[in-house]
Nanobody, 127 residues
Framework: QVQLVESGGGLVQAGGSLRLSCAASGRTFSNYAMGWFRQAPGKEREFVAAINWNGGSTHYADSGKGRFTISRDNAKNTVYLQMNSLKYEDMGVYYC????????????????????WGQGTQVTVSS
């Protein structure tokens, strides 16, 4: 089992920045690829960004390219999402997710590929 706890959400004005963190425990963190997803009210949970086990490969949804940066610190068992130039449409609950890297050949963008999820952290953007 992997336990994931997100933090760093909050209220920010449009154009502002937030840094989300996700602390993992329970298994060897470097065995897992990590993803960030978000869900707005009444909408499906959607992919935001993902990172492979050592940070050498990152993936972004088009909506966040150039504004969001995903990173990880395996020594701290933590993955981060730096969000800049936030827009109203970025608002939602942001979830951290983990999946084993071994044998994975997917795109990292599919929520059903992830076995472990955090409880989410709310991001609110005021226009």
């Amino acid at each position: 089992q992997v336990q994931l706890v997100e933090s760093g959400g909050g209220l920010v004005q449009a154009g502002g920045s937030l840094r989300l963190s996700c602390a993992a425990s329970g298994r060897t963190f470097s065995n897992y690829a990590m993803g960030w997803f978000r869900q707005a009210p009444g909408k499906e949970r959607e992919f935001v960004a993902a990172i492979n086990w050592n940070g050498g490969s990152t993936h972004y949804a088009d909506s966040g390219k150039g504004r969001f940066t995903i990173s990880r610190d395996n020594a701290k068992n933590t993955v981060y999402l730096q969000m800049n130039s936030l827009k109203y449409e970025d608002m939602g609950v942001y979830y951290c997710a983990a999946r084993l890297t071994l044998g994975y050949r997917g795109t990292y963008r599919t929520k059903n590929d992830y076995a472990y999820w955090g409880q989410g952290t709310q991001v609110t953007v005021s226009s």
